[in-house]
């Protein structure tokens, strides 16, 4: 394998070993990538450290997290990047254009109440698995001619701690259950039985759905310093982005691609 070419910022060459443990907390797919990783890390914090003492930016240091505090350097580039990049607050408009581009988002979740009885298998063993599925066409046959008997049957046959509450879940919303349950859950009427098994990874479900509230979309009012917030936060990181793109361009950088292939590929 030939010997890597040298990495250089403005003609100094980065030290490989101090590449070589940067890399560790740059995790990638391969050593020579998180190498590469870590070469553009100290390459942007030598810019920023740079342009730092060029504007003469002084900063103490402060806490980063609880019990740790900031390095000197960490600090120094905080304060430059909070010179150079400004927070700049989305107006009226912005807000209420992303909000209604964005509604399913500020949609307060669907809410169910069921319950089940479930007959446990593994969908690999077949004949178990089946098993399930007759065992649970038969208390559905049952409850089809006394739907009352929906909480003995439970108590007695269902494989799931819910049998203890007579298979009731309580109150579950969306994503809280695997999608063959759910699915169902949004076709039954209220008071429902399913008129087939339910079949997930778990075995075969008698469903019955007890109740259900479809969310209401949230008013902007209610959602708006959030997506102020969000919009804020999007733009200083394209600022951010660009400001290090700046210093990068104007420096002289052999030996490593400062944009990742991934990122030139998106581009």
């Not at 069921?114 to 559905?140: K, M, N």
Request: glycine content about 6%; proline content about 7%; hydrophobic content about 45%.
């Amino acid at each position: 394998m030939a010997p890597r070419s040298p990495i250089k910022l403005n003609g100094v060459v980065l030290p490989p070993h101090m590449i070589a443990a940067e890399a560790q907390h740059h995790p990638a797919k391969s050593p020579a990538a998180a190498f590469e990783a870590a070469a553009r890390a100290i390459i942007i914090r030598t810019l920023l450290l740079e342009e730092a003492n060029r504007r003469a930016i002084a900063a103490e240091p402060q806490l980063a997290a609880p019990g740790k505090r900031e390095l000197d350097d960490e600090a120094k580039i905080r304060a430059l990047i909070e010179a150079a990049i400004p927070v700049a607050e989305p107006g009226e408009d912005a807000c209420r254009a992303f909000y209604e581009a964005n509604g399913p988002r500020f949609r307060s979740p669907d809410l169910f109440e069921a319950s089940h009885i479930l007959f446990a298998a593994h969908p690999h063993d077949t004949a178990a698995y089946d098993g399930a599925v007759a065992r649970a066409s038969e208390a559905i046959a049952e409850l089809l001619a006394e739907p009352g008997r929906f909480e003995a049957i439970a108590r007695e046959r269902s494989e799931c701690d819910s049998r203890a509450n007579g298979g009731r879940l309580g109150q579950i919303t969306h994503g809280q259950t695997v999608p063959e349950f759910e699915s169902v859950l949004y076709v039954l009427n209220e008071g429902d039985i399913a008129a087939e098994p339910v079949k997930s990874r778990f075995g075969a479900h008698v469903l019955r759905l007890d109740a259900r509230a479809f969310g209401d979309t949230l008013p902007f009012e209610y959602v708006r310093d959030r997506i102020a917030a969000f919009l804020a936060e999007q733009t200083w990181r394209r600022d951010v982005a660009r400001f290090v793109e700046s210093l990068v361009s104007c420096a002289e950088i052999e030996g490593v691609e400062m944009a990742p292939a991934r990122d030139k590929e998106a581009a």
